[in-house]
């Protein structure tokens, strides 16, 4: 009998590093294949970029609290995310859909509304796609094309010793807005009478359904005449994809507990739900932030940008991934995928 090992045995990292494994470029104008946010081809003059995400009903949405025109927005905004993380500047997406009966022409009007909006907030085309029945649920797959200058490329194995460390807006808001939506949901199924109780709640909330694409601070980066030495978006949380960041690298880093970004809103949702506002932002994921790496020497270009928090430092001691507590203890940062 032929052996059988549970995806479950790999996890997610250990699932893309196995296919990974299995599969050689062989193209001359492949530059990077499997392993950044996006894939690198030669244009000639510039780099072109490439990247997929998709979103499962049941796994990355909920219909009850989701709208669909939110929905149609993030499933833009988080593509677009992974051009920006390249430095790169996003141009056209195609759009795969799986839909059930369920689904009315008018809610797929809905979802194309927002991504229509998406598509105008980051001047991207829409120019194609596919559309399947689907027994169950609702998928959408939404792959993106960008280009960037070949010398401003950022990838994700080149930060360096010594570099700072920086994030862009907040963390953790996007898991406790998720974490509110659910609770309200069952607060709704046990008596459909209830009031949902999301007032001044609307900041995490919307950081959950309706997440921006940081290409402001890629533009604001350009303007200010900073290159990043590395790049990665926040899309599983900031422990794990500082992990990957590092782990390519061949670094380690140090991030300061009191230097983490995290909105007053997320602390409040956090007390509510008893939860810890520090884990939320560490492995909460969602956010779509930016963390990079830049040199010493940029500081003084990035320190007065209200978008960019400097969060730690990168080290050459590549065993050594950590959190420095507020109490000035030193606690390894560890990854969670899915599983
Ligand atoms: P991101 O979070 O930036 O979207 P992922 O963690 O999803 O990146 O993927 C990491 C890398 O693995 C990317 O280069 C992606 O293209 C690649 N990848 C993910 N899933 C597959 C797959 N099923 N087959 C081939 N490559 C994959
Ligand atoms: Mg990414």
Redesign the pocket.
Known sequence: MEARTEISSLGEFGL?KR?NQGIKTKLPDTIKG????A?VVDLGTEFGLL?S?MLLEGVHFDLTFFPLKHLGYKAIAINVS?IAAMNGIPHQVTVNLALSNRFSVEAIDELYEGMKTACADYNVDLVGGDTSSSRSGLLISVSVFGRVKKDLITYRNTAKANDILCVTGDLGGAYLGLQLLEREKQVFLANPNMQPELEGKDYVIQRQLRPEARMDVIYELAEAGVLPTAMI?I??GLASDLLHLCAQSGVGAIVFEERLPIDDQTYLAATELNLSPMTAALNGGEDYELLFTVPQDAYELIKNNPKISVIGYVTDNKEEIALHTKGDNRVPLTAQGWS
């Open positions: 893309i296919i499997i392993g950044d946010d894939a990247s995400d992974d978006d899309s599983d």
